[in-house]
């Protein structure tokens, strides 16, 4: 069956340092995998997806996520964190439906 | 260009009454999914509509049905509801062909359902 996990329920992290949001997936064939943000009562807004070809994808808000084959891993990593950017993180795999993780809050401080 | 759009926002019910959520699919979409998301959880997939007709059921009851319209909007029915059902209830739309495996999907705000 496909899924992802997320590890990590909380990370925490200073404003301006790098951020890492970390997922792992288990799937067959080739993973469609996707990184979303859920601000409080707000509905999930696309930040971004792999598909196939280079390993880093860049998304919105400077967000990027490294795609590690062999790790089976889809990392979601920004440079330098924004108070801003504090919120639940989802990732989540594709097949014919999309099937998140449990979400990992970011909480940036200033 | 109007996103996905969900109504009510909230709504509070008792056990047992039955509820309607409904969801109007971003302009040029054609397929709207439906997620249920407890407090604290992930969404989980309840069910996909489109042309008019269920295509993908996740692991839901038959409590839970909807519709889809040739508008393409659609809407979540829950009958009998439980305490557990409590949760916030996200659609999310995209275009079926265009879309596939590889396409975003793009959620609306959420109905926040109460039961009480």
């Known amino acids: 069956a496909q899924s992802v996990a997320q590890p990590e329920d909380q990370v925490n992290v200073a404003e301006g340092n790098p951020l890492t949001v970390k997922c792992t997936y288990s799937?067959?064939?080739?993973?469609?995998l996707f990184w979303y943000v859920q601000y409080p009562n707000r509905g999930l807004q696309f930040l971004l997806k792999?598909?196939?070809?280079?390993?880093l994808v860049k998304g919105s808000y400077g967000f990027e996520a490294e795609f590690n084959k062999s790790q089976t891993s889809f990392h979601l990593k920004k440079p330098s964190a924004l108070v801003s950017d504090s919120a639940l993180y989802f990732c989540?795999?594709?097949?014919?439906?999309?099937?998140f993780g449990t979400g990992t809050r970011l909480q940036v401080f200033p | 260009d109007a996103g996905v759009t969900q109504s009510p926002t909230h709504l509070i019910k008792t056990r047992g009454q039955q509820v309607t959520l409904r969801c109007s699919p971003k302009?040029?979409?054609?397929?709207v999914s439906w997620y249920q998301q407890a407090l604290g959880q992930g969404p989980q997939f309840i069910f996909q509509?489109?042309?008019?007709?269920?295509?993908q059921r996740g692991n839901f009851p038959d409590r839970f049905s909807g519709h889809q319209f040739p508008n393409y909007s659609s809407e979540l029915n829950v009958n009998a509801l439980l305490l557990g059902d409590s949760a916030l209830y996200l659609c999310?739309?995209?275009?079926?062909?265009?879309?596939?495996?590889?396409?975003?999907?793009?959620f609306g705000e959420g109905s926040r359902l109460t039961v009480l």
């Open positions: 509509y489109y042309e008019e007709e269920e295509r």
């Open positions: 792999y598909i196939t070809g280079d390993n």
């Open positions: 999310a739309s995209s275009f079926r062909l265009a879309g596939g495996p590889t396409g975003e999907l793009f």
């Open positions: 799937v067959s064939g080739n993973p469609y």
């Open positions: 302009s040029g979409h054609d397929t």
């Open positions: 989540a795999v594709k097949t014919d439906k999309l099937i």
